[in-house]
């Protein structure tokens, strides 16, 4: 299994910037991707941005051009800057890593989440 811990949550103002990072540790794996997913009050959880191994990197229309997603580095962990917030950004932000399994053979691919960092944007 992979543990992620995510950090660098809080409370911000409109126009204001946060870093979140999530590090996966663990044993005899290997990340394919990971991803930063988050959770409004009422909302779905939605894909906010995502990066592979090799520093492909993805993100939502809402977020374009404000969020940089960076990583996963040699500790397995990768970063979300977020610049300009708004106060529909807030949320409870998910780190998510999608990763093969070397621990049993045949080997599996897997998924696992983070617990959570809540994002308050204040306007």
């Known amino acids: 299994q992979v543990q992620l811990v995510e950090s660098g949550g809080g409370l911000v103002q409109a126009g204001g910037s946060l870093r979140l990072s999530c590090a996966a540790s663990?044993?005899?794996?290997?990340?394919?991707?990971m991803a930063w997913y988050r959770q409004a009050p009422g909302k779905q959880r939605e894909l906010v941005a995502v990066?592979?191994?090799?520093?492909?990197?993805n993100s939502a229309d809402s977020v374009a051009g404000r969020f940089t997603i960076s990583g996963p580095n040699a500790k397995n962990t990768v970063y979300l800057q977020m610049n300009s917030l708004k106060p529909e950004d807030t949320g409870v932000y998910y780190c998510?890593?999608?990763?093969?399994?070397?621990?049993?053979?045949?080997?599996?691919?897997?998924?696992?989440w983070g617990q959570g960092t809540q994002v308050t944007v204040s306007s």
């Open positions: 998510n890593a999608r990763f093969t399994d070397y621990s049993t053979y045949p080997y599996r691919e897997r998924e696992d």
């Open positions: 663990g044993s005899l794996f290997h990340i394919n991707t």
């Open positions: 990066i592979t191994s090799g520093g492909t990197a």
